[in-house]
């Protein structure tokens, strides 16, 4: 039977790390999940982090991830993967651009803050996931009230029409 195009390509390599950092105010940990494909491709990179606050000491670190490592690696999961060959968000393209448009881009790219590195682009992206999320969740409760407050009105309009 010969193999299909769209089959899912299992990892050569998966590997996972957990970093732990002062980020200014809090300790934060992140869970980077690394995967390696098969076909010599760079492979993808899913991220999650989380707040410790103070300083965890390698006792509490043990006994954390002892009761909430799973908890952990299913939120890796859910997170959106990344492609590891990234360099943290800048495009790739194959032709020339116009200059004056190369310049606009540069501009613009020097002004945004980029994440160093593939970890930090991985929770940008469930960042911005998350919060289109909560937007559309928004936008849809606003419409819902909306529609309820209109058929108030209009029930009240019936009632005073009917002398009610």
Avoid at 23 to 52: K, M
Avoid at 93 to 102: L, W
Avoid at 148 to 154: P, V
Wanted: hydrophobic share 35%.
């Amino acid at each position: 039977m010969p193999a299909s195009d769209n089959q899912v390509t299992t990892p050569a390599a998966v590997s996972a790390q957990l970093t732990v950092f002062f980020d200014g105010r809090f300790w934060v940990g992140v869970l980077e999940h690394h995967e390696r494909h098969q076909d010599g491709g760079a492979g993808t990179v899913q991220a999650t982090r989380h707040v410790f606050g103070a300083e965890p000491s390698d006792v509490e670190l043990h006994d954390f991830l002892l009761k909430h490592g799973g908890d952990l690696i299913d939120r890796v999961a859910a997170s959106a993967p990344v492609p590891a060959s990234r360099s943290a968000g800048s495009p790739t393209t194959g032709r020339r651009p116009n200059p004056k448009r190369a310049a606009r881009q540069a501009a613009k790219d020097a002004a945004r803050a980029r994440p160093s590195t593939a970890a930090q682009a991985a929770l940008a992206a469930a960042r911005e996931e998350t919060s289109a999320r909560v937007a559309r969740n928004r936008s849809r409760r606003r419409r819902q009230e909306a529609a309820e407050a209109w058929e108030r009105r209009r029930q009240r309009a019936k009632r005073r029409h009917r002398g009610r």
